[in-house]
């Protein structure tokens, strides 16, 4: 059966330090993946999706980033936090868009 | 572009009645997959309920059931027998099949009563 992994579950991060969030699945090979932004009392915003390995489109213009090194990874990246960076950020994936979306559990991220 | 709308923020309902929670989203295409997810308080998504645009029948998942309504651009969610496992954020997404781009709604936040 197919798993993802999303860590870490909490995190705390002074403004301007850097950010490493990393998710993985399993069981799967050529998901697509994605990085979601949940900010508290709204919706799911997404960040980022990838179709494969090197392969990342932006879909709001911030303070991060992402990258696939390898098939089943997907790491989102800030070099320098922002106080709106805070939010709770899900990983997910699937085999083919509209099939249907799995979820990691999440990362809380707090900028301080 | 495409949006989802959720204009009931808060609802409540006594356990083992039916609550029905409301999304309608906007769009020019004809083919389309809805969803509805749930988020219990401990964060995870979980999928509820997946309807294809071109099946007119709707679907169900055991006590979940949605009311799709194409013309309308209404895709209505129904817990019957609600459970206090029930109580939950339910969002409701849309995907155009090859942008990869699922849109989730604000969200509906349901509490079951005892």
């Known amino acids: 059966s197919q798993t993802i992994h999303q860590w870490p579950a909490t995190l705390v991060q002074p403004v301007g330090s850097p950010l490493s969030l990393e998710c993985t699945v399993e069981?799967?090979?050529?998901?697509?993946l994605y990085w979601y932004r949940q900010a508290a009392g709204r919706g799911l915003q997404l960040l980022f999706y990838?179709?494969?390995?090197?392969?990342i489109s932006s879909e709001v213009p911030q303070n991060l980033s992402a990258s696939r090194p390898q098939d089943r990874q997907f790491i989102l990246s800030s070099k320098k936090l922002l106080l709106s960076d805070s939010g709770f950020y899900l990983c997910?994936?699937?085999?083919?868009?509209?099939?249907?979306?799995?979820f990691g559990s999440g990362t809380q991220l707090s900028v301080l | 572009a495409q949006t989802v709308t959720q204009s009931q923020p808060e609802m409540s309902v006594q356990e083992a009645e039916t609550v029905t929670l409301s999304c309608t989203y906007d769009?020019?295409?004809?083919?389309?997959?809805l969803f509805w997810y749930k988020q219990p308080p401990s964060r995870q998504m979980i999928l509820v309920i997946r309807?294809?645009?071109?099946?007119?029948q709707n679907a169900t998942e055991n006590r979940f059931s949605v009311n799709f309504q194409k013309a309308a651009k209404s895709f209505s969610l129904k817990i019957s027998d609600s459970q206090l496992g029930d109580t939950a954020m339910y969002f409701c997404?849309?995907?155009?099949?090859?942008?990869?781009?699922?849109?989730f709604g604000t969200g509906t936040r349901l509490k079951v009563l005892a």
């Open positions: 997910a994936w699937d085999r083919a868009d509209g099939e249907k979306l799995f």
């Open positions: 069981g799967t090979s050529n998901p697509n």
């Open positions: 990838s179709v494969g390995i090197g392969q």
């Open positions: 769009t020019s295409e004809n083919n389309y997959y």
């Open positions: 309807q294809e645009a071109y099946k007119q």
């Open positions: 997404a849309f995907i155009q099949p090859g942008t990869y781009k699922y849109i």
